[in-house]
Structures are given as C-alpha cells and as structure tokens.
C-alpha cells in the first residue's frame, strides 16, 4: 500500500492517514471531550508521523482551531503539517437544516478568521462545509481560487455536497479535494460522486470512515442512542441498525483472521478505493491514534477485497 499521496492536482504529497479533530474543543457535540483530553490528542499527533490535521469552524465554533494553533505555537514544526479547515459562516440551524453564508465577503472573512485561530499565514486545504447558501457554489469556488493566488489558502475544497453541487463547485475546474460520506456500510458515494471526482483529479476524503462507531465493533443490539448525530442517522434507525450489527459481526470475523482490529480493516479497505487518496479517522485517546496509523501495514489481497465487497452490500 502507498504510504504517500498528492492532493488532486496541487503537488502537496502527505501521509494518507491524518487526523479528523472533531472532538477537539468541540464540547458541544462531544462533552465527554474536555479540552485538556483535546490538547492530550493534538500533542500526541504532533508527535507522531502524521501530517494532516483537519478541522473546522464548526467544531467548537472556533475552539478546534484555537487549541489546535496554541498547540502548534508551542511545539513547532509548522512547515511539516497540512492544516485543513472548512468554513460555516453566520451558520444558523433551521427546520430544514443548517445554513450558511458562502459568499464571497463571507469565505474571505471565514480564511482570515481561521488564519488568525490556528496562528499561520496560510491554510493549506479550505473547504466549504455546508452548500446550503444563497450563493451559487461556483462563485464561492471562484472566491476561494482568488484567496489561493494570495497565497492565503493552497488548495480548495468542499463537503456534503450531492452530485448537481458538486457539479456546480467544479463548475471551472478548481477544486482540488472533496469530503464526502463513505464507508463499509454506506457506498452511495461510489454511484456517482467518486466516478466525478475520479473524472476530474479530485481527492476524496471519506467522512465517517468508521459509520459514526459501528465499525469500531463495540456496539450491542440493546444499545440506546441519545445525540442527535445517531437518532437522525438512517443507519441508527431498528431495523437498519440490527442489520448493520450483523454485518459488522461478519466483518469482525474477518478482521480477527488477519490478525488485525475491525476499524483497522475498515479503513484499510478504504485506502484500497479508487478515488480515496486519504483518510481522517478520528480519536479520543492517543492509542488510538497509535493504532490508525498502524492500518498503513494492513496487506488487503484481491481476494479480501472480493469479500469485503460481498460483505458490506
């Protein structure tokens, strides 16, 4: 497996395997998180062999990036990391969704307020987060391509995009990097998203590569789930979610026969996709962090790839 891969077109080459900062000063959504456990995570990546590091606003309103920037202000080695961060300007939750504001004034104000947070002169991959605004997406990339000829951000992306706005994003070829939901247990993306970005030299990144913690393998059928981010998500509903426990159950059968952990399969069965150039699982601890690397030495021959193919339909 290649250890190494560039970002779409852009000639930036990193580790695959980098670090989804979720959790990260982000005690809304995970209050089990403190931030000393966030700045244990952020020293623990900055010593090991991991380049990328991926935020964004909305994580923490602004705290992700805030300890993630005094973490990188104490420790050093700037120059050797990929900072990624996503905006979500003037976001409001409403009855259909969340909503933002990605026109042009608003993403420049979003690149200058990240800039200021994580305390460096340039982002090295932005992305919009959310497509929901008012302004069509392709001038938001056009923005976003006038921030990268500044020299403030050095690759465009964005994410949670169906296919008519990912096509209307790339509506002149600038986006280099794409962040979309993909997993064993949820391949929509390979129908029509990653075939475009295949087409066009876009990098994809999965989200949720673990299935929001069903492929971590330690769920039960009689487990409850009380955070919106499950009880909304059509793979938490009964019946799918006792179908998946079955799945999983088939995949960890596997895994132990290769001698490795579930989520260590799971992600390398991504790293052998067409199209996924990379990686973010997240963590709450640093062995665990330890252990996503160590997916990197994971030996998928044709025929585990056959099964797990079998497996996760």
């Not at 580790?15 to 995970?30: D, S």
């Not at 200058?112 to 460096?120: I, V």
């Not at 079955?246 to 290769?258: G, H, I, N, Q, T």
């Amino acid at each position: 497996m290649n250890t190494k891969a560039e970002i779409g077109k852009t000639g930036i080459e990193i580790n695959r395997i980098g670090f989804g900062a979720g959790v990260v000063g982000n005690t809304m959504m995970y209050p089990h998180v403190t931030e000393e456990m966030g700045r244990t995570l952020i020293d623990a990546v900055l010593q090991q062999d991991i380049q990328l590091i991926d935020t964004a606003f909305l994580y923490g309103m602004g705290r992700s990036e805030e300890l993630i920037g005094e973490a990188i202000r104490t420790f050093g080695k700037r120059e050797q990391l990929v900072l990624s961060t996503k905006a979500s300007a003037n976001i409001q939750m409403t009855a259909t969704g969340i909503r933002v504001d990605n026109c042009p004034a608003a993403l420049r104000q979003s690149v200058e307020d990240s800039l200021r947070r994580l305390q460096t002169d340039h982002l090295d991959l932005f992305f919009v987060h959310f497509p929901n605004s008012d302004t069509p997406l392709h001038e938001s990339a056009g923005e976003l391509d006038r921030l990268r000829q500044e020299g403030k951000i050095r690759a465009i992306g964005a994410s949670n995009l169906n296919m008519a706005e990912l096509q209307d994003f790339n509506a002149d070829g600038y986006m280099d990097v794409f962040q979309t939901e993909y997993s064993l247990l949820n391949r929509q993306a390979e129908q029509q998203l990653i075939p475009y970005c295949l087409e066009h030299t876009i990098s994809v990144i999965p989200i949720y590569p673990l299935a929001s913690g069903l492929l971590a393998g330690h769920y039960t059928r009689e487990q409850t789930f009380h955070d919106v981010s499950r009880m909304n998500n059509p793979m938490f509903q009964r019946e799918a979610y006792l179908a998946n426990l079955e799945r999983v159950d088939a995949l960890k059968s596997l895994a132990s026969d290769k001698q490795v952990s579930l989520p260590q399969l799971a992600l390398a069965w991504l790293l052998n996709r067409p199209g996924v150039d990379l990686i973010i699982p997240g963590a709450t601890r640093p062995d665990q962090l330890a252990s996503n690397m160590r997916t990197l030495d994971v030996v998928l021959s044709s025929s585990d790839m056959d099964q797990l193919d079998m497996l996760s339909r």
